[in-house]
Every structure is written in structure tokens, then in C-alpha cells.
């Protein structure tokens, strides 16, 4: 174990001078550099500037120095408190992971009625049976959730249609809140449904119990029905109307869409946006196609790179900057999620932007036959006949087995993201994640070299994007610190 | 067995001025756009890159230049600021109890 020395032993050496704090930086253009903290707190500077500054030899009053200082970047003599000032906002920052695992994800049901051929999990005819978790697997799978530490679970139902087994859902729901009366967890539920099945008892229930409902939006009807084939082409009309209908019950504040991004829909941002305003929604998640599943299968994923879908997303984030600027407020969502870890003390919880990785620790995915996987990624992988991911079996394995085990510890503990190749010396890595499944089923190894990997191709150029552009603009940074704080 | 394809490239550098661990990362940052065989000849470090692409060997010259030297800088900042980086960790850590209780 690395032995500390005594924080006073560093005051005494500083009366002459400053010590630069730990530090990485990556070039942000060809001129300017981008530097991060321990904490994730970031300067944009010049390369003289850096080398200046790491050099011992900035000016202790340049208008550069006082930003280092106060962004902990530096100590000198009357530095007092910087150091447990920069420790506790490392601990605000890991802080979250005490706390798994807050999301537990229940593959109720494989059937559904919808044959999108990018689905990332495989559908199974509509009235087979044999694709639907059984009642005795989701009280084995309830019994595990409630031994996670996290004082928050969120309950998602997913599919398939989660919604064509909703007999079950209410069994486990009424379980859930049960057994929750001595548990006293903040407890939430969601419906993650395409919306087309979604009918008055549905509705009701979800009114009685609070329960959130996530839906898929692609865009507009024409690009939203290709996506979205189903008997009588109208996946479209049933999402709008089952949008309108459950936000009349659940309200607006319960009612969220994901958008799936195909090749389709990469000269269509702005389209896709539009259509998010005219259904009422305030924000939109521009989503990169996964990888795995039926998504490779089809030949979907290789059909466009990450410089293609980069486009597509810039053009998407611009459109969405100006509207703002002209005084309509609206989120791109993975903008904001990055902009929370770069601009407040917080972290936010999202999987794909962990390190260590989220999977297991930020969600787990109960199978319907009870097989259980480290990440929704991670099942639909195991859909491709890879079971790498899958931690065990809610029938034969305990607890610890399950989280304690090899098959989730190896890929965080390899993949962690300040041990990995260029991870380790990348500006961006108190922002970014490790993503081993990710890795795993794109180059066969749970680090991946990052060089050569879409993730890290993909989300360095989010960070620089958004950093470039609130710094030559001081109203985009407003809005950027407001889409942070919201 | 030898190596029958010429690099496109071949950058020499000082290894009294440069830290052959820069050239390593350098050589790895840059995979995508070129492979890297690093020798070392009478104190001199060599690097011979051959192109992933055909874009101009010029820009892939002064990249790769750049890159090292950035490189070297990193491994200088890292190399003086380790203490601190354990005493912050420590610190961090230390407050957070077996249970994840702030102290
Ligand atoms: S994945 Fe890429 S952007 Fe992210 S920390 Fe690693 S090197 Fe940096």
C-alpha cells in the first residue's frame, strides 16, 4: 500500500513559489489545450501557457494563476485548505459507488409484436409463452434486488414488450412495495414500452403506483414507422397516441422517449428534433447505435462510422443551441449528463460513462429465465450466444456470488479507466467511462485500445466539441450550465 | 524473419533529450494512423512509421513529434505531482468508512 506523507511537509516547501496539483491535458486543437484535475474541474489554455504552468514559472498575479488556484490546479503558501478541498470533491465524485446497484432491469417478457430489424434483443412470436419470466423468478430476482446497498432502486420492466406480460408486472410491483414497508428504499418503477399494446389497465395501474413510462420515438412517422415494422405499419400513430394517453393519466413529467439512431436517420437531426418539440418533450437523447444484437446481425452497425454519426449529433446539439439562444428552452440529453461531470461537483449515475465501469454497479438485468446480466448490453450480447457477461442465475447462485464474483470484478477491475492505456494519461478520463462490454464485443478484450475504438473515438469528440464551443461563445456556456444543473 | 515492407517514415530522437516511455505512448496514441517500430541505435531512438492511410507523411511527421513531446511532458507532470496525487487520494479516502460514511 502506497505510504502518504504528511500534508504539512508540503506547506513548508511553498513559500517561494507554487506546486502545480495533479494534472492531465490533451490537445483540443492545434493551438489550444484542454487540463483537468483530480476532480474533473478543467482550464483551457495555450501550449506555452501549459508548459509555463507545469514548469513552476506562471506569475503567482496573472489572471491564469488565481483561475489554477481556484480551481485546484495549484497550492501555495496560504493554500490552507486546497488539498481537502480537492480530496472532498474526489469524494463527491466516487461517492455514487457505494450505492449499487440503484437500477434493476426485469426482462419480463422476449414476445413482442413489433419485428424492428435493429433490435437488440432477439423478439419471439407474440403468443408464446415461453419467453415470459415466471412468477417464481421474479420473487428470486426481487429477493436480490433488496440485498443491494443502494438507499435508491429504481424497477425498470423491459422486453420484448414488457407490457404483454403485465400480469406479471403487477405481481412484482405489489411484491416490491410489500416488502419495501421494512425495507424504506426510495422506490421507483418504469415502463419501458413501445406503447402499442398499451391499454386502460395498464394506464391505471401505472396512475395508481406512480410508475414512470419510457417510450421510443425514432423521429417523424415516415422514419419512425421503417424502424418500427409492425402488422398494420402503424407503429408511429400508436406511440403518438399512447404518449398523449399516458400523459392525461401519469403526467407529463412521467412520460419520456428514447430515440434509436440507424443509417436512416443521419441526414435527419433536425427532423428528429422537431419532432421531440412537436410531441411536447423538453429534451432529446441523441443515442449512437449499439453494437450488438440484431444490430450487427443486420449489418446495421458497420453500415455507418462514428465520424458519420458525429456529424449527425453536432448537427443535432447546433440546432439545438440556437433554439435555445432564441429563447426556447430545450436539452440535448448526453450533452447535459457530460456537462453535469464537467461543470458541478456531481456525478451522474449513467452506465455507459462509469469508471470503474457502471455495469453491474449502476444497473443489472434480470433475464426472463432468471439468468442474470451485467448490463442490458451485456444480455443482448448473450442474445448473440456470448454469455461473457452473465453473472449467474437468480435460481443457483447467492448474492455475493453473483456481484462478488469473477465474471463482473475481471472486466471492472481490467477495464478500470485510470490503469488503461491512454486512459491513464487522457484529460477526459474524470468524464469519461470504460464501457468493457463495449470493448469486449468490439475488439475482444474487456480494455480495448482506445486508438482504434468508436467509444473513445466517439465521446473525445463530444468533450472537446462542447468545451470548444462554450468557450468561444459565454451564452452557449450559459446554457450549457443550465442544461448541468437541470 | 525480416521485415520485407519499407516504413514510410523514419524520425529520429535524442535519447539523452527524450524519454523512450514518451515514444512508447506516442507510438500507441497513434495507432490509428500509423504502425510505429521503435529502435534504438547509438543513443539515438528510431522510429520507423508506416502509414495507415495515404494521407501526407508531413502532417504524420510533426503529429507524431508532437505527440512525443507532449508525451514527455505528461511523464515529467506525472512524475512530480505523484505524492500530491496520493495524499489527495488518501485524504478522500480516508473520511469514507466501511459502510461509505463520510467522516
Ligand atoms: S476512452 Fe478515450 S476519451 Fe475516454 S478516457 Fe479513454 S482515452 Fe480518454
Redesign the interface.
Given at each position: 500500500m502506497a505510504k502518504f506523507t504528511d500534508i504539512n511537509a508540503y506547506s513548508k516547501n511553498l513559500a517561494a513559489g507554487y506546486k502545480p496539483l495533479p494534472f492531465r491535458f490533451m490537445p483540443l486543437d492545434s493551438e489550444k489545450y484542454v487540463l483537468t484535475n483530480m476532480a474533473g474541474e478543467f482550464v483551457v489554455t495555450d501550449r506555452d501557457g501549459l508548459v509555463e504552468f507545469a514548469g513552476g514559472k506562471l506569475h503567482h498575479q496573472s489572471p491564469a494563476y488565481s483561475d489554477l488556484k481556484s480551481k485546484h490546479f495549484l497550492i501555495d503558501s496560504d493554500s490552507d485548505v486546497a488539498l481537502d478541498l480537492l480530496a472532498l470533491k474526489v469524494r463527491t465524485k466516487l461517492s455514487p459507488l457505494a450505492n449499487f446497484t440503484g437500477l434493476h432491469i426485469f426482462v419480463v417478457t422476449l414476445r413482442c409484436e413489433h419485428s424492428c430489424p435493429y433490435c437488440q434483443v432477439s423478439r419471439a412470436n407474440d403468443n408464446r409463452t415461453d419467453f415470459d419470466m415466471t412468477e417464481e423468478t421474479a420473487l428470486r430476482a426481487l429477493d436480490l434486488v433488496f440485498q443491494s446497498p443502494s438507499p435508491a432502486i429504481k424497477i425498470e420492466f423491459q422486453g420484448g414488450e414488457s407490457l404483454l406480460n403485465l400480469d406479471l408486472i403487477e405481481l412484482i410491483v405489489a411484491e416490491a412495495k410489500r416488502r419495501n414497508e421494512t425495507e424504506q428504499r426510495e422506490l421507483a418503477f418504469v415502463f419501458a414500452t413501445n406503447l402499442a399494446v398499451l391499454d386502460e389497465r395498464a394506464l391505471e395501474f401505472a396512475r395508481e403506483h406512480n410508475i414512470f413510462i419510457s417510450t421510443s420515438l425514432d423521429g417523424p412517422k415516415d422514419l419512425h414507422n421503417r424502424n418500427r415494422p409492425r402488422p398494420g405499419g402503424d407503429s408511429y400513430e400508436r406511440t403518438i397516441d399512447g404518449i398523449n394517453r399516458a400523459r392525461a393519466v401519469v403526467g407529463r413529467d412521467h412520460v419520456s422517449a428514447l430515440m434509436t439512431t440507424t443509417a436512416a436517420s443521419l441526414d435527419r437531426a433536425r427532423e428528429i428534433v422537431d419532432e421531440y418539440i412537436r410531441q411536447g418533450f423538453r429534451g432529446i437523447f441523441l443515442r449512437a447505435l449499439s453494437p450488438y444484437g440484431f444490430a450487427l446481425k443486420t449489418k446495421f452497425y458497420q453500415s455507418y462510422g462514428h465520424e458519420r454519426w458525429l456529424q449527425f449529433y453536432f448537427d443535432g446539439l447546433d440546432y439545438i443551441i440556437e433554439m435555445n439562444r432564441n429563447g426556447f428552452p430545450f436539452t440535448e440529453q448526453y450533452a447535459a449528463l457530460i456537462l453535469r461531470k464537467m461543470l458541478t461537483p456531481f456525478q451522474p449515475g449513467y452506465v455507459d460513462l462509469m469508471s470503474p465501469s457502471g455495469i453491474g454497479i449502476g444497473a443489472v438485468v434480470y433475464n426472463y429465465d432468471g439468468d442474470v446480466y451485467a448490463s442490458d448490453e451485456a444480455r443482448m450480447l448473450a442474445e448473440m450466444n456470448d454469455k461473457t457477461f452473465r453473472l449467474g442465475n437468480v435460481h443457483d447462485n447467492t448474492y455475493e456470488e453473483i456481484f462478488l464474483g469473477e465474471s463482473l470484478l475481471d472486466p471492472i477491475e481490467q477495464s478500470f479507466a485510470p490503469s488503461a492505456p491512454m486512459c491513464s494519461w487522457c484529460a477526459f478520463e474524470p468524464w469519461c467511462g470504460s464501457d468493457p462490454v463495449f470493448h469486449y464485443a468490439t475488439q475482444g478484450d474487456f480494455v480495448g485500445k482506445k486508438p482504434l475504438s468508436a467509444f473513445c473515438g466517439r465521446n473525445m469528440a463530444i468533450f472537446k466539441g462542447l468545451i470548444e464551443r462554450m468557450n468561444q461563445d459565454p451564452e452557449i456556456r450559459t446554457i450549457f450550465e443550465n442544461w448541468a444543473n437541470n | 524473419m525480416a521485415d520485407e515492407q519499407q516504413p514510410d517514415l523514419r524520425l529520429e530522437f535524442d535519447e539523452s533529450i527524450h524519454n523512450v516511455d514518451a515514444i512508447k505512448?506516442a507510438a500507441?496514441?497513434?495507432?490509428?494512423r500509423a504502425v510505429c517500430n521503435i529502435r534504438m541505435v547509438d543513443g539515438v531512438l528510431v522510429c520507423e512509421l508506416t502509414a495507415a492511410s495515404d494521407e501526407p507523411l508531413e502532417g504524420l511527421a510533426r503529429d507524431f513529434r508532437?505527440e512525443v513531446l507532449?508525451?514527455d511532458?505528461?511523464l515529467?507532470?506525472?512524475a512530480?505531482?505523484?505524492?500530491?496525487?496520493?495524499?489527495?487520494?488518501?485524504?478522500?479516502?480516508s473520511?469514507?468508512g466501511q459502510?461509505?460514511e463520510?467522516h
Open positions: - | 505512448r500507441y496514441a497513434m495507432m490509428k508532437r507532449d508525451q511532458l505528461r515529467s507532470i506525472e512530480q505531482t505523484e505524492p500530491l496525487r496520493n495524499l489527495v487520494l488518501g485524504l478522500a479516502f473520511r469514507v459502510n461509505g463520510v
